[in-house]
Structure formats: C-alpha cells, structure tokens
C-alpha cells in the first residue's frame, strides 16, 4: 500500500522559513518523481516543485517561477522522504500543500499516481 504522509506546517510570519517533509512508502521510492502542489482557499492546484531521477543517483530539480529561488526541493533515499525548504515566504504562498509521486521520469505537471493529504501552510503579514 502506497501512502505519502506530509508534515511540517504551520503559521509562520512573512518572511520567515518552514521546512515540509514527505515520508514515503510501498513503492522503490529513490526512482520515482517526487512533487510538491500546493491549493490555496478558491484557487486551482498549482505545481510548486519537483525532483526527477537522471540516472544512478543524480537527480534534477524543478521549480514553479513563483517559488524560484526561495523555495529547494530534496530528497534523502535512505529515509524515503522528500523535503520542501520554504525560505522568504509570503502572504501568497498561504495554502495547504500536497506531496505527490509518479513513476514516470518527467517536470510534467500531471500523470502523478499517488498523493497525500496536505499539510496547511499559513503565512501571516
């Protein structure tokens, strides 16, 4: 049974940072492409990140123009988990963000197999 279980939200003020994490499970983990989305109160689901393996253990990354530059994505394979540093944060990044992965090796923004269940991110001005 797959399940992808995120924490590490919370209110935070604007500017200040939070880190997400993602722990995985039931799937081979270090190949599959990890992804934060993130769905603000009456707004669409919007793509924030990814990571994608290359080959042997590169990985690249990706990122939303929004979040480039304030926001990394990681992943550690020995702990099947999948992080989202979030730094500069603003009122607009306010949302509940999703983690989820897909067995296909692509930045493309959807096709994903599995999703979790959130964790609110609150961002106060």
């Known amino acids: 049974q797959v399940t992808l279980v995120e924490s590490g939200g919370g209110v935070v003020q604007a500017g200040g940072s939070l880190r997400l994490s993602c722990a995985a499970s039931?799937?081979?983990?270090?190949?599959?492409?990890m992804a934060w989305f993130r769905q603000a109160p009456g707004k669409e689901r919007e793509y924030v990140a990814a990571?994608?393996?290359?080959?042997?253990?590169?990985?690249?990354?990706d990122y939303a123009d929004s979040v480039k530059g304030r926001f990394m994505i990681s992943r550690m394979n020995a702990k099947n988990t999948v992080y989202l540093q979030m730094n500069s944060l603003k009122a607009d990044d306010t949302a509940m963000y999703y983690c989820?992965?897909?067995?296909?090796?692509?930045?493309?923004?959807?096709?994903?197999?599995?999703w979790g269940q959130g964790t609110q991110v609150t961002v106060s001005s």
């Open positions: 039931g799937f081979t983990f270090s190949t599959w492409t």
């Open positions: 989820a992965a897909k067995l296909e090796k692509t930045f493309a923004h959807h096709n994903f197999d599995y």
């Open positions: 990571t994608r393996w290359v080959a042997d253990r590169t990985y690249n990354a």
